[in-house]
Structures are given as structure tokens and as C-alpha cells.
């Protein structure tokens, strides 16, 4: 079982950039595919970008619109989110998550909060 730690989560203004992290346990890190998801005050938890885990294949959500790049790093355990131009609507907690045989595992959550 992996355990996930976000971080990086913080407080900018709209337009600002903001480069969140997801540190990541176990030896296995390069057999998950790895995701973010965010969930708003008063709204369901919703797919933010997800990369594979080993051509590192991206997929982005429509928000995204060219604003934020997945990645990761299999030597350092990490998975990171990238976020750009940020909106006032992108405020959320943001979680990690690690998904291997179709589960999903997820961190603690960080918040971002942009204010405009």
C-alpha cells in the first residue's frame, strides 16, 4: 500500500502560479499512475490531471485549459501539479492520488486558495 503527502498548497492572487507535491512511499512509485483531484466547498470531488506510470502519458481535465502540467519523477517518489494562471475557481483542496489495479489510494489533501 502506498502513502501519499501533499504539499505546496497556499494562498496567491489570480494569475499567480502555484507547484504542488506529492511525495509518495514504498519502492514501487513507478507502478502507479498518479492523479490529482480537487474538491471545492459544497461540490463533489473532481478530476484535475492524471499521469501514467510508465510512457508518462497526461490527461487534463477541460478547466485545465493549458494551465497546469502533471509530471513526475520515479527516482525521487514524487508526483508534482504545476498550476498556472490561476482563477478564483480553482480554489479547492487538492489531493494526490496513486491508482494500481484499478484502486485508487489519496493523501491528506492541500488547500489552494486564489483570491481575485
Known amino acids: 500500500q502506498v502513502q501519499l503527502v501533499e504539499s505546496g498548497g497556499a494562498s496567491v492572487q489570480a494569475g499567480g502560479s502555484l507547484r504542488l507535491s506529492c511525495a509518495a512511499s514504498g519502492r514501487t512509485f513507478s507502478t502507479y499512475s498518479m492523479g490529482w483531484f480537487r474538491q471545492a466547498p459544497g461540490k463533489e470531488r473532481e478530476f484535475v490531471a492524471t499521469i501514467s506510470m510508465s510512457r508518462g502519458r497526461t490527461y487534463y481535465a477541460d478547466f485545465v485549459e493549458g494551465r497546469f502540467t502533471i509530471s513526475r519523477d520515479n527516482d525521487k517518489n514524487t508526483a508534482y501539479l504545476q498550476m498556472d494562471s490561476l482563477k478564483s475557481e480553482d480554489t479547492a483542496v487538492y489531493y494526490c492520488?496513486?491508482?494500481?489495479?484499478?484502486?485508487?489510494?489519496w493523501g491528506q489533501g492541500t488547500q489552494v486558495t486564489v483570491s481575485s
Open positions: 492520488g496513486a491508482m494500481t489495479r484499478l484502486k485508487w489510494y
